[in-house]
């Protein structure tokens, strides 16, 4: 009904924009009547002037005894508002428009949370009427008294103003009233604000806000509203930028920033496919008989093609030491992969590598070729290359850095170990013996994989360790030398769409750039050029795909192809630097700049700061009730003992989930022991097992904390915590986003809603259902469906489980083993902060 | 038979004793053909020859500059009399497939580097400094002689120059720059210290146009591969080698000189238009107004050369005075009034004219009193509507 008396009202405010509080015309043109215009100051003229300005809400109950609140929460706001109106409508001409009441129902008709607010600002108001005042006077003729009631030029403000003031004028207006309520309070913290207060144009009047308040009140408490809704408009802003992301303005094309690898002009003599495939079947027979990686037979070759030789022996104690635990760790494409040799949880094994010198450079430089060798007989393909690439490469006099062939066994664990001894560092608890020979620093890295004689296409992986990526111009060298070769090369098994200006090619990047985004936020390393980043060593890792398609290429072509690129990278005189170290990738030849990417994150987080930004001027005004000096007549409210949101209410649960966290990080490997004697499993499955109990057992907290939580200020107890858990979160988001984005936007999109939401008010078990679905448990879970879905290859639900708890396991020891730190960020970082909202939820 | 006149006096060249000793019946031709004898006033030839960029990738710089010093040398200036800098060692580069080489065609067709190369200035001696300090002489006094630019007012210099440049600037060794004004400044230095007859500048860089454009000493002729705002583009890409061998310009430039003797009669004219358009991508630029002779008389041997001149004639020719020689000169070359009054250094050209020739435009600002102005409406407005006495609240 009245409703239609509202619309036209801000309509009209909109086509008057001198009604910002300039022009003391157009009070009647809100849900009032005009009469009251002039009826309000005789009515109530003895009303303080350090009144409240009537959006400040919250500050209103402080001034009841405590012993009330509950009581006025429950009040059927409908009563009040008829008094409300009566009293207003002093002059009898609110009958205008019916019923006094029903027209102040009817504008604060907006959310059943800010009706009771509204409820108490009446309460406030008539209470305070009969005080004397405490602000500067206000003379009839001050011009704020003139002015049109609150609630029509908020309105106004928030139909013109749109996005940018809109959502914050709420607080700020709240805050604006603040100091204004006498000499006795000091500077609130808010007077940092101060210049923004110009946004909250409207002091109080406090006369008119009485005369006003029923539906002055109703269409001020509207304004909350509309910081959820800017806030679900930067939500959705923030996802349509990463949709967006794919489109040619934003995705541009590649190119090589770095002037010594300026053009793919080299001659490529490489012709020793025989050679390397003669090389890879007696590697693959002296394999199958050592059952080992052939390190005799693996010296002797690289001798006899003219290389400095030496070997490294390793060995790595795992952290769940027993057979089971292959049956979780994945591979690279999320199959379980091959078997590794572990005898009681310790791995072993011997890294060959040979160095070629260069013949007029002295040994400070110098690029990697590597090939990964796990227990089975796979990329053997790729020793034979690497063999024959190395016995071309011996013949050329070029070369300006020293090329280091390696071969290392267990895939990336002799990797780390050759790495790590490489440097003299030790980060992970590896055990090596030290190099003999070392020849400078190193460049550039290129690890290869290879397992058939054939290959139908390249596919190239970037995303390293803890989401490092190489520098573009290394997959830009790639990518030239695809192309010169007429080479198929793939990104993420995708191939590359043709025409960007269409639909069809940024939809097909679509997919590469959410899978690129999934696999970079998993912080795996994928491929054992995932562990050089971490070293600063541009690398990435090309595999031959030998599928069904007609054409196929063979060890020659892409033996030509990493001649070329070596050859190139031996023309660098710098470090690669030149070009982005922080890209996404919709297709090989097209990447995203970080410059571009980082908006859709910052609108997602933008929601996190906008709602904390609320609950404190909610909090911050509660507060100001409370040191209103208690010497001041009438009816002073008896300070609670404390803030109410002392820190004592705050220390306990966010002390409990920060344990809670502790327990998921340490325990599942701790007390597998325990777990294996106890219950029949294995120790693998006992981690992951005891992952997820302790994980699903933080939900119980709420309770917990419940006991241990005085509970005198209950609303503002939850707002207390939620304000410090959206903080905890936004910084948190923020800073994985600037480290591994792919990680942050994918937390922000799937934790900010529900963070945005939890309260313990309203639909709960909807609350309660969304924030369980956005835990990062589920968050894990629902990617990998995302991940094999956008591989076209889906799971059922049952894969999907067991995938999960292959994953899980899988993220334990790959923290323990390369030092990657998805589970420590989660376990330690988000899960206590999502468990705060957890808490929040179930605040009682 | 000889007969001695007065003004075998004036006569002081050895030249000009030679061509005095025969005979006095002079036909007119033989007079043309003295003064032909005469048109350029140098007696020696000197070549600054710089490459200011390192790093494999820029190869061809250096192969520009080994190209040109092997077209001098060739054409008979001494080592003693080029000044070669060379900002890296390409030829003993560990990346050179072809050790002690540098080709300037590719499949190793013309080897530039020679087995006789002196180079004066290397690697990190290129720098802008020593470059300023070789062109003025103001050289510490332990710098040996093969260091140095020894040239005097009767010397040609030619001044090659090619590397990484923009607008205004050409970049050495990828730590500094020498500007247009700094070269304009340095030549005009070595005029005063009458330390060259003429001078031919050629560079081969981006935005070569822009190095020149400054200029404001007498005598200079400029060349440059490419107008301001245009790339100078590489040339002879060597998949064996793995980079370019050589820029489009030098490429044609060297073409050309391989075509010239001591004896050819090739004038500047056939130079500036070496490499068109076509060829080069970019366009060459040339400079003459400064120059005081007509390019089409200047030999290219004139600076690319040491070229004694040696006439046999059985004639006797009547020289004119000095004066007489270079008023009649500059009347062929058809040169103002006022330069023919005695030289004077440093106003003999309007200076300030071709320093200031394209005025910078300015950026369009708004006038400080409108935002003044604007301000001071805003807190108008500001005030009009809320009153001072709201001001604690703001602050």
Known sequence: MTSDSCGPSSRLYLAAPDQLGLLSSGCGATCLPPGRCTAGPTLLGAAPSGLPNPLTSCRLHQHRPPSSRPLLWARAPSALDMRAGASVSGTGSAGERGSPGLTGAACGHRGGDWRRERVRRWERVRSRAALPRHGPPVGPGSPARARPPRAAPQRAAVVRTGLGEAGTRGPWTRAAGGPMRG???????LQLLAPLRLLAPFRSCPLEALRISGPGLALGSGVPMQDSGFSVLSYVAGIAWFLALVFPPLTQRTYMSENAMGSTMVEEQFAGGDRARAFARDFAAHRKKSGALPVAWLERTMRSVGLEVYTQSFSRK?????????RYVLGEWGVPGPRKHLEGGMVSGTNVYGILRAP??????SLVLTVPCGSDSTNSQAVGLLLALAAHFRGQIY????????????????????????????VTGMQSSPLQGRAGAIQ???????????????????????????NLDLLNLFQTFCQKGGLLCTLQGKLQPQDWTSLDGPLQGLQTLLLMVLRQASGRPHGSHGLFLRYRVEALTLRGINSFRQYKYDLVAVGKALEGMFRKLNHLLERLHQSFFLYLLPGLSRFVSIGLYMPAVGFLLLVLGLKALELWMQLHEAGMGLEEPGGAPGPSVPLPPSQGVGLASLVAPLLISQAMGLALYVLPVLGQHVATQHFPVAEAEAVVLTLLAIYAAGLALPHNTHRVVSTQAPDRGWMALKLVALIYLALQLGCIALTNFSLGFLLATSMVPAAALAKPHGPRTLYAALLVLTSPAAMLLGSLFLWRELQEAPLSLAEGWQLFLAALAQGVLEHHTYGALLFPL??????????????VLFWK | MAVTDSLSRAASTLAAVLLLSFGSVAASHIEDQAEQFFRSGHTNNWAVLVCTSRFWFNYRHVANTLSVYRSVKRLGIPDSHIVLMLADDMACNPRNPKPATVFSHKNMELNVYGDDVEVDYRSYEVTVENFLRVLTGRIPPSTPRSKRLLSDDRSNILIYMTGHGGNGFLKFQDSEEITNIELADAFEQMWQKRRYNELLFIIDT??????????????????ASSQVGEDSLSHQPDPAIGVHLMDRYTFYVLEFLEEINPASQTNMNDLFQVCPKSLCVSTPGHRTDLFQRDPKNVLITDFFGSVRKVEITTETIKLQQDSEIMESSY??????????????????LPVAQIIHQKPKLKDWHPPGGFILGLWALIIMVFFKTYGIKHMKFIF
């Open chain 1, 399 to 426: 070369w300006a850095k020293d090329i280091i062939f390696l071969v290392t066994e267990h895939d990336l664990l002799g990797t780390e170990a050759w790495l790590e001894a490489y440097h003299d560092v030790n």
């Open chain 2, 206 to 223: 981006c935005q070569g146009a822009s190095m020149y454009e400054r200029f404001y000493s007498p005598n200079i002729m400029a060349l």
């Open chain 1, 444 to 470: 550039a890295a290129v690890a290869l994989e290879l397992s058939s004689d054939v290959v139908t296409s390249l596919d190239v992986a970037v995303e390293g360790l803890n989401g490092q990526l190489p």
């Open chain 1, 183 to 189: 000499p006795h309070r000091g500077p609130g913290p």
């Open chain 1, 826 to 839: 989660l376990s330690l970082g988000l899960y206590p902060c999502w468990l705060l909202f957890w808490n």
């Open chain 1, 318 to 326: 795992l952290p769940f030491p027993d057979e089971t635990h292959e």
């Open chain 1, 360 to 365: 007029r450079a002295a040994s400070t430089e």
């Open chain 2, 331 to 348: 009347k062929e070359d058809q040169m103002d009034e006022e330069l023919m009054e005695p030289l004077k250094y440093a106003e003999q």
